[in-house]
């Protein structure tokens, strides 16, 4: 049978109603998957902690407050709050995170009115010195002003319901950076796991 002859056989009924039996929501799943995976090649390898200070120093740099309350601890702000908290458990503090954050952000908004961002400024995260704990987190970055390197500090982040907060934040130099590497984060998830589960106030 020559060539022509296989070209012009027609198609069976059973390879018709196969082709029809393709539903037409592949192609929306292809496309769906597709763009899954996309965004997990661009953003899903950044550990969580590190989005938490990318956002943190976003939301500072934008002046967006509300955004930097959301990224810090509870421990963190309540110091800088009224003594009502003083009395709180770890767990009452933790449930009153809403009403931190809005105060927080109030003061913060105040404290930075005489203080405005240069421009040109962002944090560059230092990947190789970011450890993470199962409840704790370590991340190192510097900051960047006009394309040139102005200082580095260091996050240490708490586990606050399965989100990592900021918990402290201070400046470092180059001779912190061997003993950032060589810190054991269990001993860090330890006293943290002790702070979250004590039943009285600190």
Known sequence: MDKSSHENTPRSAVDLNAARRVPRSIF???????AGLYWFAAYG????PVKTVKNFYQGYFDRDFDTVAQNLSVFW???FLSDEYASMTPAELLENRTKIEKEISAVIADSEKENPVPS???VKIMKDYTQVGQ???IVVYSFIENGKDVGMEASILILEKSKFRIFNMSPIDDTSLDQIK???MSIIDNNFAELLDNPHAE
């Open 120 to 122: 040109g400024v962002n």
């Open 45 to 48: 390898d950044t550990p969580a």
């Open 182 to 184: 060589s810190l054991d």
């Open 28 to 34: 929306a799943i292809i496309l769906i998957l597709s």
């Open 135 to 137: 409840k704790s987190a």
């Open 77 to 79: 702000s309540v110091r």
